[in-house]
T-cell receptor, first 111, second 110 residues
Framework: SQTIHQWPATLVQPVGSPLSLECTVE??????LYWYRQAAGRGLQLLFY??????ISSEVPQNLSASRPQDRQFILSSKKLLLSDSGFYLC??????????FGPGTRLTVT | QKEVEQDPGPLSVPEGAIVSLNCTYS??????FMWYRQYSRKGPELLMY????GNKEDGRFTAQVDKSSKYISLFIRDSQPSDSATYLC??????????FGPGTRLSVLP
């Protein structure tokens, strides 16, 4: 069966510090991978998606970036965090147009 | 107009009640419809998906899609306190990314 991992689960970082969140998927090959941010009461905001290694599409211009160095690994990064980057970050994977599976999430607080 | 809209709630019901959760969407091109349950501080969990108008049942859960009205519903029968969570609807189409509603917070009171 497929499993998706995210780490860390919780992170507190000062403004201006770098960020690296990691997501890995097990049990499937060549999945589509996604990064979302969820703010309270505002639903899921798609940040990046990837259909293959090295292929990244950005949905929202911001100071975040994403990379996919391996088929089942997706990384979200920032060189300098802003207060507005606080939120709940979710990684997800899919191999069909009608199912998407989410990871446990990372709660990021920028202070 | 937002692509997908949901009443944010909170919706409070007594244990054993039938719960109705609803979403409307604006783009008639959407063909796939999903419901997720999200417990506090956890990732969303896929409950059901469907890609046709009509009903789809899975245990105590029934998903209903009315494409002519661009309206989707999730019914929960015999609701339990463990059903207390936020419910997100999602819509999609072939080759396109999913779009999610903001979620409805449900509380089932014992």
């Amino acid at each position: 069966s497929q499993t998706i991992h995210q780490w860390p689960a919780t992170l507190v970082q000062p403004v201006g510090s770098p960020l690296s969140l990691e997501c890995t998927v097990e049990g499937t090959s060549n999945p589509n991978l996604y990064w979302y941010r969820q703010a309270a009461g505002r639903g899921l905001q798609l940040l990046f998606y990837s259909v293959g290694i090295g292929q990244i599409s950005s949905e929202v211009p911001q100071n975040l970036s994403a990379s996919r160095p391996q088929d089942r690994q997706f990384i979200l990064s920032s060189k300098k965090l802003l207060l507005s980057d606080s939120g709940f970050y979710l990684c997800a994977w899919s191999i069909t147009d009608y199912e998407q599976y989410f990871g446990p999430g990372t709660r990021l607080t920028v202070t | 107009q937002k692509e997908v809209e949901q009443d944010p709630g909170p919706l409070s019901v007594p244990e054993g009640a039938i719960v109705s959760l609803n979403c409307t969407y604006s783009n008639s091109a959407f063909q796939y419809f999903m419901w997720y349950r999200q417990y506090s501080r956890k990732g969303p969990e896929l409950l059901m998906y469907t890609y046709s108008s009509g009903n789809k049942e899975d245990g105590r859960f029934t998903a209903q899609v009315d494409k002519s009205s661009k309206y989707i519903s999730l019914f929960i029968r015999d609701s339990q306190p463990s059903d207390s969570a936020t419910y997100l609807c999602g819509v999609g189409n072939y080759g396109q990314n999913f779009v999610f509603g903001p979620g409805t917070r449900l509380s089932v009171l014992p």
